[in-house]
């Protein structure tokens, strides 16, 4: 698995992926937060929402993008079976695969959080910024990341086409957004399902946490949407043998 | 027996890939798989290296069963893939390195020396420092036979190492292949025949997912060489009718007024024979040649009969 996991990290930091992926993230985010029309210097609160509101959205095209090769270019090289004939597990596999692309999101997360201590510094001190708040946005938001890099890989791996991989990647990560939110706000919703509806969805418990309480259950939520995927990456891996 | 397969079949949907076929592999023997392109040969492959699980049989390698052990099965195997996949923005020994890791993870000291070891056995000195996709196709192979032979494996299976290589880089490989035969144990496949006859101690014919013939090379020419051919050239013009004199000889194919080729039985004989035709009639033999039934012949008849 570390073998795999190495020869991953490898790919990213060789080639220009890691780096467009990290400037991309930091750059377009940091446009929006304090450049662009409606930025925090105008608004003059101390608060990292317009971030928080943004960064999703990115989020669900990047990791798409980053993830699109992970197994659809395995698959049509043929080096999936140089893969899988080597003395591991298709789970070491796509852990091995899943933790790399992880390490890269971590790399792209970090530097967004400068803003939080750009906005700390410029807050005046009687209006300070919500600290307890603010990181569990940023709690949340790593998990976001952690939870569509889930659904990007898996959707790598049912497929040998890269853009099919992306495409639905991206809807699947769509619909576990805020599709779901969407949904539980129909009229014909409204009363009893509505509230069960909203949490399956990731938007739900991204709000939560972002209030500032790290509770379990949303973590135990973000968990097992990941396992989830990764189980179905491995079934998706395993289908040749069907 | 270092691999051996019963009645392993495959079907996919309707369609019989494989028809249970069985056989056993010995230790440091070479073994040709041979087979019209779908007879069945990559797919045996693949379920031997646990790629695809057999629909029904067994097969085990090195004592240990595909389907129960196929961690401890891989160890011990080293597989080169038909078309040679490989990752093209690697370097050589970076890919390699990886090959040598997912095996058994090793200090950098070993592993080092390892790959160095294997690059000169497969003769990639000049151009270990590329990147793989910048190699030309021989070399290519030889890094896709070097990442098989990277952890010292007991077993190789190889599914047509030699498919696109120019002349002279199918005679390296097939040095390397018999070289490495005498300590592996090897199955190879191929549509080559001189290749089997060069290299395999036996030989495997399947078609249709069947086997139709295992032996050794020789003993499968031997079968279905009862009729022989003699090439002869005399110097002075001769006539069919006269060649006919001879005994043994059944047919002629007239090449040129003085060049023949007669079918007979009977080899020794029959040169023996000729000979003698030509001092009786004054007529000095410029050639007498012997041809045996080439494998090629034995390939088409077995496989075109079903």
């Not at chain 1, 709690?139 to 497929?159: D, E, K, Q």
Request: hydrophobic share 45%; glycine share 6%.
């Amino acid at each position: 698995m570390t073998a795999i996991l190495k020869k991953e990290i490898n790919l990213f930091f060789s080639s220009l992926i890691a780096y467009i992926s990290m400037t991309v993230f930091f750059i377009v985010l940091a446009l929006n937060l304090f450049i662009f029309q409606g930025n925090i210097l105008e608004s003059n609160y101390a608060t990292l929402d317009t971030f928080f509101t943004l960064a999703p959205w990115i989020l669900l095209f990047l990791i798409p993008a980053i993830t699109m090769r992970t197994f659809a270019d395995e698959k049509q090289s043929g080096t999936i079976e140089f893969l899988t004939t080597k003395p591991i597990t298709d789970f070491e596999i796509v852990i091995g695969k899943y933790l790399a692309t992880i390490i890269l999101w971590t790399f792209t997360f970090l530097p967004t959080l400068t803003y939080f201590i750009c906005v700390k510094k410029l807050s005046l001190t009687d209006a300070p910024i919500d600290s307890g708040a603010t990181i569990g946005s940023y709690i949340g938001l790593y998990f976001l990341g952690a939870v569509f890099v889930a659904i990007g890989i898996f959707s790598s791996a049912i497929t040998k086409n890269q853009i099919i991989a992306f495409l639905t990647g991206v809807f699947l990560c769509y619909l576990m957004y805020d599709a779901f939110y969407r949904v539980s706000s129909l009229t014909i919703f409204q009363g009893q399902l509505d509230y069960f509806i909203q949490s399956i969805g990731l938007n739900a418990h991204y709000d939560s946490i972002s209030r500032g309480v790290v509770d379990t259950r949303d973590i135990i939520y973000f968990l097992s949407v990941i396992s989830l995927f990764l189980i179905g990456t491995r079934t998706a891996l395993e289908s040749r043998k069907w | 027996m270092s691999v051996s397969v019963h009645n392993l079949s495959k079907f996919y949907a309707d369609q019989k890939a494989v028809d249970s076929i069985s056989f056993d592999v010995k230790k440091g023997e070479i073994l040709g798989f041979l087979g019209p392109n779908g007879a069945g040969k990559s797919t045996t492959m693949k379920m031997l290296t646990c790629y695809l699980p057999p629909s029904t049989g067994t097969a085990s390698v090195c004592n240990l069963d595909i389907i129960k052990q196929p961690l401890e099965v891989k160890q011990k195997i080293g597989y080169l893939p038909e078309n040679n996949p490989l990752y093209h923005d690697m370097y050589v020994k970076e890919f390699l390195e990886f090959a040598l890791q997912v095996h058994s993870p090793q200090s950098a000291v070993q592993s080092s020396k390892r790959i160095k070891d294997t690059i000169d056995l497969v003769g990639l000195n000049v151009e270990q420092h590329k990147k793989i996709g910048q190699l030309s196709k021989g070399y290519k192979q030889r890094v896709g036979l070097a990442q098989a032979l990277i952890h010292n494996p007991e077993v190789l299976i190889l599914d047509e190492p030699t498919s696109g290589l120019d002349p002279n880089q199918l005679v390296d490989i097939r040095n390397l292949i018999k070289e490495l035969g005498k300590e592996k144990t090897i199955i190879f496949s191929t549509h080559i025949m001189q290749e089997v006859q060069a290299v395999c101690d036996r030989v495997i014919i399947i078609n249709k997912g069947k086997l139709v013939a295992d032996d050794k090379p020789d003993n499968l020419q031997n079968l279905l060489s009862r009729e022989i051919l003699v090439e002869v050239e005399f110097e002075n013009k001769i006539l069919s009718d006269e060649l006919q004199q001879i005994q043994h000889v059944h047919l002629i194919d007239k090449i040129s007024d003085t060049h023949f080729i007669l079918h007979g039985k009977d080899s020794s004989q029959l040169r023996k024979d000729i000979f003698a035709f030509a001092v009786n009639k004054n007529n000095p033999l410029l050639t007498l040649k012997q041809e045996n039934k080439s494998l090629e012949d034995i390939f088409l008849q077995l496989t075109n009969k079903s």
